[in-house]
């Protein structure tokens, strides 16, 4: 088939005019723009192809959210906000404990919903239970889901380790969507259980995805054992009375010390940095990617995120919508809002490519996140209230909204459909 719209936003970068995308299977054969390249792609196009011209629109590649909980789907609206990370995590211990009664299979059903039908179509998702990969397998969203690792109990480093890891392994045999392993954040997962984790994911070529540096208790603990999110692990009885930290590292320098700076990680949050974090960072800048989630910034109401910082240290970010206990959204439009608040001054093309190419790149992915031949064909085509007549109103348009998304494609199947789905076709 081909697609076909007055703009293509190939990528971040590429926006053409008049533009069209040809679709074979679940792969783009070619993306081009103007009347002569698109007749050429009519004339080689196969005899079944047809033609969906969409008036008024803006083709653009699916989005992709590199980092979520689609199990946690459920828990929208029922923790506290902005009052400290202790209390929130005070709350959502017994919460999460609670969904896996109910709420747990519907809330993912409904999380793997909302991410399509608002134009994400690969997504990073983190499972503690094993239930999204089945549903995720089962549907039209792709990605990678990362088996959680917790455990403070160093003398069931091991059993916790073996749990996860076999987990990841079962659910590694669908082609949409693989496994990968996340222990959990460092006020979490013990020394040994981090180390065992590293190297069984090491040895098994599974992705790795941790929590990290993501409140100023979270720094506390690691670094001498005391502050409120100590005390409130040492209440719940999961945290050893005698813990004094990791010798004062910071959460990045402890877990730098265990490699995981240079593994490919995905290091989700670091909404702060310590003395010499920085530096760290910066000798490593090739071995992991970070994820921002602007939507879950917000709601923790977070010091100012230290985004020029990783920027000037060349370091890659990308966007993710976190889990609904600690934000609003699913939908990557909204974060790509929230990012364009919290940082005014960083060009609209540069929120697109965190919500595109560089999570694709994050997760591990190089035919998604942009729409180039060999491609995947994961599309969406949106509309927008003040139709835009330039490339920069296109990049505006698409991160400062409102917009609608008229039709999501994955693998070269629509998915989600305003308009009945032959409603804008005919046969080439
Ligand atoms: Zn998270």
Known sequence: ??????????????????????????????????????RRARSVSSASSRVHSFDDSVI????????????????????????????????MIPARRDLESSGLVSGTTDGINLSLSAGTTTVGDISSTGVSQALLSSSRLSGIVFEEAIGLDPDRAKEVARSVVERARRGNDSPGVLSGISPHAPYS?????????????????????????????????IQD???????????????????????????IQHVARHGLLSSGALLVHMNYL??????????????????????????FGHE??????????????????????????????????????MFPGLPPKEMVRMATTAGARALGF???GALHQGALADVI????????????????GVVQGPIDIERTMTRGTWVVSERPSDGAANRA
């Open 1 to 38: 088939m081909i697609l076909r719209a007055p703009f293509v936003l190939a990528s971040s970068g590429t926006v053409l005019r008049d533009g069209f995308v040809h679709i074979e299977g679940e792969r783009v054969v070619t993306v081009g723009e103007g009347g002569p390249a698109f």
């Open 60 to 91: 653009l590649p699916g989005l992709v959210n590199a980092h979520v909980h689609l199990e946690l789907t459920a828990l929208q609206g029922l923790l506290p906000r902005e009052q400290g990370f202790s209390s929130w995590l005070r709350g």
């Open 189 to 221: 997962v013990s020394s040994p259980l981090l180390a065992r984790l590293l190297r069984m994911a090491g040895r098994l070529r599974f992705p790795l995805t941790m929590h990290l540096s993501e409140s100023p208790e979270e720094i506390q603990m």
């Open 225 to 251: 054992g005391t502050g409120p999110l100590a005390n409130l692990l040492r209440e719940m009885g999961i945290l050893a009375g005698g813990y004094s930290g990791e010798e004062g590292m910071s959460p």
């Open 274 to 299: 310590t003395p010499g974090d920085l530096e760290l960072l910066s000798a490593d800048r090739a071995g992991f990617h970070i994820v921002c989630c602007p939507g879950s910034h917000r709601f």
């Open 304 to 341: 100012p995120y230290p985004l020029d910082q990783y920027r000037a240290a060349g370091i890659s970010v990308c966007l993710g919508t976190d889990g609904l206990s600690s934000n609003d959204s699913l939908s990557m439009f909204e974060e790509m809002k929230e990012a364009a608040r």
């Open 366 to 368: 190089s035919d998604r």
């Open 381 to 396: 085509v949106i509309r927008t209230p003040d139709f835009p007549t330039g490339s920069d109103q296109v990049l505006e």
